[in-house]
């Protein structure tokens, strides 16, 4: 922490070193909440049919197993996919967009504007209909990244080319400033 005012304004406006515009998010982006349609069916029905059982069966043993059962398909049919939707999420930022998928094995990826990327959108019949679609972003180095089920996916593509194109660096020369760049 610098106690003196004039040498942390001094800090700040130094010639030598680089502006760097801060980042803001533009977007946080989760797969299409279609996909919560089975399980949420399931919640609804599975106490229903768990009581319908519990009245068909009178042994206690038999409730027991019938609760063991409801449990297990709660968590396998209701819990699991849920927080499978949960851990899938995309940031895109105003240098990067950021990937994040898993829950006992995580996985990030980031690919930032400045480096240049061909984004294209895949659509099926049925994510049209809904206005979602996947996103394949490939920066041609590495394997592409596949942003699957994106809600409002034209909407998407269209900020991630309006970004691509403001964070490209062109180099300029002029006379006195061999190392000058401008941005578009």
């Known amino acids: 922490m610098v106690e003196n005012p004039s040498v942390a304004a001094s800090l700040h406006s130094d010639p030598s070193r680089p502006v760097v515009p801060t980042e803001r998010v533009v977007a946080r982006l989760r797969p299409n909440a279609r996909a919560l349609f089975w399980p949420a069916l399931v919640l609804i029905a599975l106490p229903g049919a768990t009581v319908f059982a519990l009245s068909l069966f009178p ?14 398909l709660f968590v396998l049919l209701v819990l699991f996919p849920y927080i499978a939707w949960l851990n899938h999420r995309c940031t895109i930022t105003t240098r990067r967009v950021i990937a994040r998928r898993g829950f006992f094995v995580r996985e990030r990826r980031e690919i930032f504007h400045s480096r240049g990327y061909h984004v294209t959108l895949k659509q099926s019949w049925l994510q049209s209909a809904f206005r979602s679609g996947d996103l394949h972003i490939s920066s041609g180095v590495e394997k592409p990244l596949v942003l699957r089920d994106v809600p409002g996916a034209a909407q998407v593509l269209e900020a991630l080319q309006d970004l691509i194109e403001r964070n490209q660096v062109v180099p300029t020369y002029q006379a006195g400033s061999p190392g000058a760049t401008t941005a578009f």
């Open 59 to 72: 042994e206690i043993w038999q409730h027991v197993a019938i609760v063991i059962v409801a449990v297990l």
